[in-house]
């Protein structure tokens, strides 16, 4: 006579990285790992993306091959700047009966930088430097940027470069 054991799962959450750079208002990938440490699981596996206890993913995979990592990118956007908490659980609805539940989630704590602030300006723009004495000169304003040796390159329409310079100190060129 023999016995037919049941087969012993264990998910894991293995990972939880962004992707990039996380700044307020941009989208931004995180990238969650998830491994099946045992036996085959033919049966859907819930994962469930939060960020500061909100679900933003909420996902299923079809299976997992014993010893096989899938890997999950959600798409996050942080509407705020500051510090923030991304959690990926896996098996969620805990419906797979697993020798740990303790390795079901990855937390990762974030500080959100806060949105870009594009202060540079040229005017007139259009500007058409064909000497008729309207919008011949062009103002390249840079001083709220913070630069420390900033550079400026112009191309004319077909990308061939027309100006270079560098090391600029004032914050405003003139062309």
């Known amino acids: 006579s023999f016995q037919i054991e049941a ?11 962004p992707l990039g750079e996380l700044r307020a208002g941009a989208l931004a990938n995180i990238v969650g790992e998830v491994r099946n440490g ?30 096989q990592t899938a890997q999950l990118t959600t798409a996050v956007r942080f509407s705020a700047a500051g510090k923030h908490e991304i959690i990926m659980r896996v098996d969620d609805d805990n419906r797979i009966p697993e020798l740990s539940e303790n390795n079901n989630q990855q937390s990762l704590f974030v500080e959100i930088a806060p949105p870009l ?3 540079f300006s040229a005017r007139p723009n259009p500007f058409t430097p064909n000497e008729d004495g309207y919008n011949d000169a062009v103002e390249f304003n840079f001083s709220t940027l913070g630069l420390s040796a900033p550079a400026l390159r112009i191309f004319d329409v077909d990308g061939l470069a027309v100006l270079q310079e560098d090391n600029l100190h004032s914050g405003v060129f003139y062309w």
């Open 38 to 67: 045992l036996d085959a699981i033919t049966q859907p596996v819930r994962v469930r993306f939060q960020v500061n206890g909100a679900t933003v993913r909420d996902t299923t995979l079809a299976s997992l091959r014993a010893e």
């Open 7 to 17: 087969p012993v799962y264990d998910l894991i959450a293995e990972s939880l990285r």
């Open 117 to 119: 602030v594009r202060e």
